[in-house]
């Protein structure tokens, strides 16, 4: 079983909308998640992290964090052409039994904003 | 305040040839990381280093696969004897302690 998956598959939303991208994790002991965005030929760009219960807003940016549910979400408000791009939800380094610098990346979840 | 810097950002090389990346992390990030990503594929962790030691390798090919962080200068992946299948994007990270990663902009490794 992976550590962190994605659930959602290539997501659609029509500009303005509200983009929710979703993850699940196995590990009830994690405290920490990072979302990453690629954009296509780029390298991945740190958008939020979260280490606490709850939410975290940064702009149109939410990143929610339910440790009970053990789901991890991204909210983009107010979405726009430009966010189109692959989502990528990380668990905490040392996941699963590795090192604490490793980072487990998955295939992510391509965003389609479109006007 | 400089991001991760990697060189070159394109690199040809001949089959059989060496190639050698470049990584400098971002001011007082004593922790780099190195990921790969073959076309249509995700990122996939190579090697963990601090300043002149590895920390964890076990992304690493056994052969010809090699990485160093000097206590001067930038981190530096080698690949002897490259293959086609080497042609790939080289990211390299960095983080302040073993938190939140930041890319670098990539090296795109082409193998003819």
């Known amino acids: 079983q992976k550590e962190v998956e994605q659930n959602s598959g290539p997501l659609s939303v029509p500009e303005g909308a509200i983009a929710s991208l979703n993850c699940t994790y196995s590990?009830?002991?994690?405290?920490?998640f990072f979302w990453y965005r690629q954009y296509s030929g780029k390298s991945p760009e740190l958008i939020m992290f979260?280490?606490?219960?709850g939410d975290k807003e940064d702009g149109r940016f939410t990143a929610q964090l339910n440790k009970a549910s053990q789901y991890v979400s991204l909210l983009i408000r107010d979405s726009q052409p430009s966010d189109s791009a692959t989502y990528l939800c990380v668990g905490p380094p040392g996941a699963g039994g590795t090192s604490y610098g490793k980072l487990t990346f998955g295939q992510g979840t391509i965003l389609t904003v479109h006007p | 305040n400089a991001g991760v810097m990697q060189n070159p950002r394109h690199l040809v090389r001949r089959r059989g040839q060496e190639a050698r990346l470049r990584c400098s992390p971002m001011?007082?990030?004593?922790?780099v990381y190195w990921y790969r990503q073959l076309p249509e594929e995700g990122l996939k962790f190579m090697v963990y280093?601090?300043?002149?030691?590895?920390?964890?390798e076990s992304g690493m090919p056994k052969e010809r696969f090699s990485a160093e962080f000097p206590k001067e200068g930038p981190s530096i992946l080698r690949i002897q004897q490259v293959v086609r299948g080497d042609s790939a994007a080289y990211f390299c990270?960095?983080?302040?302690?073993?938190?939140?990663?930041?890319f670098g902009p990539g090296t795109r490794l082409t193998v003819t």
């Open positions: 001011k007082g990030h004593s922790h």
């Open positions: 990270a960095s983080s302040p302690q073993s938190g939140e990663q930041y």
């Open positions: 979260i280490y606490s219960n």
């Open positions: 590990d009830r002991g994690s405290q920490s």
């Open positions: 280093l601090q300043k002149e030691n590895i920390i964890d």
